[in-house]
């Protein structure tokens, strides 16, 4: 009965840790993207694009609720991978301190010379942090220090941060994030800039994160609830056979204690107490146990979401569990100890009453 709770706990405890993490205020930064409340995405077309671009900076700087903000130009670059084929990479150039995101490894470029990684871009080139990456840069070749390798969500989690050049045919969009005062109205923020900037497209952080992760989280709540009821089913129908194992092994001792004046109460008070205290044993370990396997199958996921079979158990997703604690720690272990103790209380009380002249007789 301890395995099988612990089981049990397991079950609930993977897709429901899994669930929280993807919905986490700490989630976006662990994936690449900067903590603000609004996100402004433009696509390079020409000099119109550029100009659009320098009045999105100037109306954030001008704008009351705007606390902080970050203007980043995406280039593409060729650079050489593992295999030594050419594969062309999206950088992100501009001051990356600023709403920085959660890097793996390593940290955020400083100067010109550096460069950081998303994961599945550190793994495609074969390098790793502290060495130098060969990139095109203006039709010439350039060495570039990689000094971080962070986890990305946008461009298949292909991408690399820089403060490269930013003019040129090599320039392919522009994105600028930003964050508010506390308490400011970010819908209206969002309003207000589109209608001063009509060619930007401007969304709330939440909405952008929607449109990408929106689905994976919804498909893994719908699992962590299918999980529970699995759990809670397979709990009831074990603890119910283990409880009738156990009754008709202790025929004769609850006989002789009935015959001796003890209550019906008092022997369900001795079957509960040893099940509950198993029941509390088995959803711990099965709860740790499941956090340490939800951090695994997390990140698979995430391998197998962003770069595909063949970057499955390579390192391609690093991102911590985050879980939350009264889930966790109270409510899947009380769960299954309600379950477990009404399920006993009810197999007890259905189970005919052992008497000590049938016993004799046997």
Same mark, same amino acid.
């Given at each position: 009965l301890l395995v099988v709770i612990a089981v049990c706990a397991m079950i609930v405890t993977v897709p429901a840790a899994t669930s929280g993490t993807l919905r986490s205020p700490q989630f976006p930064a662990a994936m690449g993207v900067g903590s603000?409340?609004? &996100?402004?995405?433009?696509?390079?077309t020409g000099p119109d694009s550029s100009a659009a671009f320098d009045a999105a900076q100037h109306a954030l700087a001008r704008d009351g609720e705007v606390l902080d903000h970050v203007a980043l130009t995406t280039t593409r670059h060729v650079i050489t991978d593992a295999e030594g084929t050419p594969l062309t990479l999206p950088v992100d150039n501009g001051d990356h301190r600023s709403l920085p995101v959660d890097y793996a490894e390593g940290r955020?470029? &400083?100067d010109p010379d550096e460069i950081a990684l998303s994961l599945?871009?550190?793994?495609?080139?074969?390098?790793e942090v502290g060495q130098t990456l060969l990139m095109e840069v203006r039709g010439q070749p350039r060495e570039l220090t990689v000094v971080g390798a962070y986890q990305d969500i946008t461009h298949g989690g292909l991408t690399a941060k820089a403060m490269l050049p930013t003019r040129g045919e090599e320039v392919t969009r522009y994105v600028l994030s930003a964050r508010l005062e506390p308490g400011a109205d970010v819908g209206a923020a969002v309003e207000r800039l589109s209608s001063q900037?009509?060619?930007?497209?401007v969304v709330e952080i939440d909405t952008f994160l929607e449109q990408i992760l929106g689905p994976l989280a919804a498909a893994v709540t719908r699992v962590a609830v299918a999980a529970t009821a699995a759990s809670v089913l397979l709990g009831a129908v074990i603890t119910g056979m283990f409880v009738q194992m156990l009754r008709a092994g202790s025929a004769g001792g609850d006989g002789i204690q009935r015959a001796l004046g003890a209550s019906r109460a008092q022997l369900c008070v001795q079957y509960l107490s040893r099940i509950v205290i198993v029941s509390v044993l088995g959803a711990g370990l099965g709860v740790l146990a499941g956090l340490g396997v939800g951090q695994g199958v997390l990140n698979l996921m995430i391998e197998g979401m962003l770069g595909g079979i063949d970057h499955l158990f390579q390192g391609a997703s690093r991102i911590d569990l985050v879980a939350d604690p009264v889930i966790t720690a109270v409510g899947i272990p009380l769960l299954l100890c309600v379950v477990t103790a009404a399920v006993t209380i009810l197999t007890? &009380?259905?189970?005919?009453?052992?008497r000590i002249s049938a016993l004799n007789t046997e």
């Open positions: 603000a409340d609004l &996100r402004m995405d433009l696509q390079h955020a470029p &400083r599945i871009a550190l793994l495609e080139s074969g390098t900037l009509p060619e930007v497209k007890v &009380r259905s189970t005919p009453e052992p």
